[in-house]
C-alpha cells in the first residue's frame, strides 16, 4: 500500500510539472506568435579599440618610445634591461633623436640607441598603455635562452 501511494504521488508530481510547462506557453500562443515572419536587418554600429587601430600603425611594428615597455626592447641587441629602462623612464619625446640626449647614457650606449633609431617610433602617450607600472613589468614572464 505504501509503494502504491508512494508511486501514485510521483505520478502526479510529473503530471502537474508537464501541464505547468504547458501553462506557460498558453498565454504566448494566445497572441498569436509563431516566430518571425520576416528576417528583421539589425544595424550595429562597430567599435573600434583605439589600441587595436593604434596597432596597424607603424606602432605595430616599431617600437613607439612614448608608449612601449622594457620588454619590447628585448628583440634588439644590447637594448635590453639598461638602456631600455632609461628610455622609458625619460619619456616622452618629442621626437626619435631625443632618446640621444639621456642624462647618465655611455658613448657605448648612445651608439647602441643609434644603430637603433630606425626601429623607433613616436607617437602621443597613451593612458591606455602608459598608466600604472606596466611600461617597467607589463606582467609577461618568459624564460630567455
Same mark, same amino acid.
Given at each position: 500500500?505504501?509503494?502504491?501511494?508512494r508511486r501514485f504521488g510521483l505520478i502526479g508530481l510529473v503530471i502537474a510539472g508537464c !501541464?505547468?510547462?504547458v501553462g506557460?506557453?498558453? #498565454?504566448? $500562443? $494566445?497572441?498569436? /506568435?509563431?516566430?518571425p515572419s520576416s528576417p528583421t536587418v539589425v544595424l550595429s554600429?562597430?567599435?573600434?579599440? #583605439?589600441?587595436?587601430a593604434k596597432l596597424e600603425t607603424e606602432f605595430g611594428q616599431?617600437? &613607439? !618610445?612614448?608608449?612601449?615597455?622594457?620588454? $619590447?626592447?628585448?628583440? /634588439?641587441?644590447? !637594448?635590453? #634591461?639598461?638602456i631600455a629602462g632609461k628610455v622609458v623612464q625619460? $619619456? #616622452?619625446? *618629442?621626437?626619435?633623436? &631625443?632618446v640621444l640626449s639621456i642624462d *647618465?647614457?655611455? &658613448?657605448?650606449q648612445k651608439k647602441t640607441l643609434q644603430a637603433?633609431?630606425?626601429? /623607433?617610433?613616436?607617437? &602621443?602617450p597613451d593612458p591606455a598603455l602608459v598608466g600604472g607600472q606596466d611600461r617597467y613589468n607589463p606582467g609577461v614572464y618568459k624564460t630567455f635562452r
Open positions: 500500500m505504501q509503494s502504491f501511494i !501541464l505547468s510547462v506557460w506557453f498558453q #498565454p504566448v $500562443a $494566445a497572441l498569436g /506568435f509563431s516566430g554600429a562597430t567599435y573600434r579599440n #583605439p589600441i587595436d616599431k617600437i &613607439d !618610445l612614448n608608449n612601449t615597455n622594457v620588454l $619590447a626592447f628585448s628583440q /634588439f641587441k644590447g !637594448l635590453y #634591461p639598461t625619460n $619619456a #616622452p619625446y *618629442g621626437s626619435v633623436e &631625443d *647618465g647614457l655611455t &658613448d657605448q637603433n633609431l630606425s626601429n /623607433f617610433t613616436i607617437s &602621443d
